[in-house]
């Protein structure tokens, strides 16, 4: 009942909007300390909570060869106690309030959160300026340590133990060339883990997690006048650091398709096909989403019937434009059904792609796609963190915290035409990774190494 509700309501709003009316909307006020944090604020009193949400505008894409996997190694020492706050109090004192929360590390940024009763606003803001400015104040180098096994025996887990867990280490390595901020895997390597001194971690600390290189949103019920003085209380006193400049990232391009073939321990092959693609935001971005649903999401997309369903040769089968600022990339993954090789999903895969760069999708297909994610973007609204986390993300990508309706606007301006343009300038057969995993022992079942004429 509560979720055809949901749809109910969205398919109001979406009415709304097709008539020309502003559906989409995330009023803020934005500030800027003295020390040159960003505070965003949305006040929102459907309900007595609050979210806190810092990303600090640092992610593996600023680390350098040799020093990897920093940033996230840093996501785990946050929560290892800071200047006036005891190890394991973070979680304790947050609890004590009904509250909850978390951090999460990708290329370009590494944010933290917290959820709780707006009542309890000031225990958040206390615990986020407290590991802002005194974190060294509690470091150590045993907690270095403890946190470097932490994240070696997650990257065991995630990748190295897990059945097709390299894939994506493997597709980033191919993809981007050396020295490209992206060419190595946010968990990093194990041999940088282990070379990390602690030196390494208070200079990164020092450079990276300054004010000046931090957005801070409050979403939620809250005045934001008494919020932002909160704010100040809190973090006003924490000192700017040194400019930080993004990474360089100059363009590229394949010369060629790149093969590669891992042997695992599976039951069944899977084929992974990376292209690179147009950054976040930019022309093309929302193109290849769009590509995506169309090409293999859900059980009504094109590769899913095709596979799946009419020539049953494979498992299973998506697709995903994985967005980044310094430059994104599209992957299609599919799974053989047993006695078939990879070689014969490569050729359905190709022929229905190039069927979409030769003849248009449906409108019916568009207007599908638009409507799933129309959808979804107005249900993730309905949640603090979200609206939270959207704020800090548009802030970031855009400059325009308040980006929600530009947003929908990209996709919802696209015609079946455009998908057919950037199907063509991007998913060239000639200019993309093929990675085939493949059961130990078993290295015929993968996608020959081809000399493909343009």
Do not use: C
Not at 143 to 170: F, L, T
Not at 272 to 296: K, N
């Amino acid at each position: 009942m509560r979720n055809r509700m949901i749809l109910w309501i969205a398919g109001m709003l979406l009415a709304g909007l097709a008539a020309g009316q502003e559906a989409l909307s995330l009023p803020y006020q934005i500030h800027t300390l003295d020390n040159g944090l960003t505070v965003i604020l949305h006040e929102d009193h459907r309900v007595p909570m609050v979210a806190v949400n810092v990303w600090y505008h640092v992610g593996s894409g600023f680390e350098k060869p040799g020093r990897t996997g920093f940033a996230h190694l840093f996501e785990h020492i946050m929560f290892e106690g800071s200047g006036h706050v005891e190890e394991g109090d973070f979680d304790n004192l947050l609890e004590s309030a009904g509250g909850n929360n978390n951090g999460s590390t990708n290329t370009d940024r590494t944010n933290y959160y917290e959820v709780l009763p707006s009542s309890a606003l000031d225990i958040a803001l206390f615990l986020e300026s407290d590991r802002m400015g005194y974190l060294l104040d509690a470091m150590s180098p045993e907690k270095v340590d403890g946190q470097r096994d932490v994240v070696k025996n997650e990257r065991r887990q995630s990748y190295e133990n897990r059945p097709y867990g390299m894939a994506w280490i493997r597709l980033v390595e191919a993809l981007y060339p050396k020295g490209h901020p992206y060419h190595w895997p946010t968990i990093g390597y194990m041999e940088d883990l282990t070379a990390a001194s602690y030196e390494d971690v208070v200079e990164f600390f020092n450079r990276y997690y300054r004010p000046n290189n931090a957005s801070l949103v409050i979403a939620g019920d809250i005045d934001p006048e008494k919020a932002l003085e909160r704010v100040k209380y809190w973090f006003g006193e924490i000192p700017a650091g040194e400019e930080v400049l993004p990474p360089d990232s100059e363009p590229f391009s394949l010369s060629g398709p790149s093969y590669l073939t891992l042997e695992d321990n599976v039951q069944l092959p899977r084929l992974y096909l990376a292209y690179p693609t147009a950054s976040f935001y930019a022309p093309g971005d929302a193109e290849m989403d769009v590509i995506a649903d169309i090409l293999a999401g859900g059980k009504n997309s094109r590769l899913y019937k095709k596979l799946v369903y009419e020539l049953g040769i494979a498992q299973d089968v998506s697709a995903f434009q994985a967005s980044r600022a310094m430059g994104s990339m599209f992957v299609l993954m599919a799974t053989a059904r047993p006695g078939h090789s990879l070689e014969e999903l490569r050729a359905v895969i190709d022929e229905e792609v190039e069927g979409l760069k030769n003849a248009p999708p449906t409108q019916r297909e568009l207007e599908r796609t638009l409507n799933q994610r129309e959808v979804s973007m107005l249900r993730s609204f309905q949640s603090l963190f979200r609206k939270a986390d959207a704020l800090n993300q548009y802030f970031y990508y855009t400059g325009n915290p308040d980006y929600a309706n530009e947003d929908l606007s990209r996709y919802r301006a696209l015609s079946v035409d455009d998908l057919s343009v950037m199907a063509r300038q991007f998913l060239d057969p000639h200019k993309r990774v093929l990675l085939s995993i493949v059961p130990e022992g078993q290295a015929e079942l993968a996608v020959p190494n081809q000399n493909i004429k343009p």
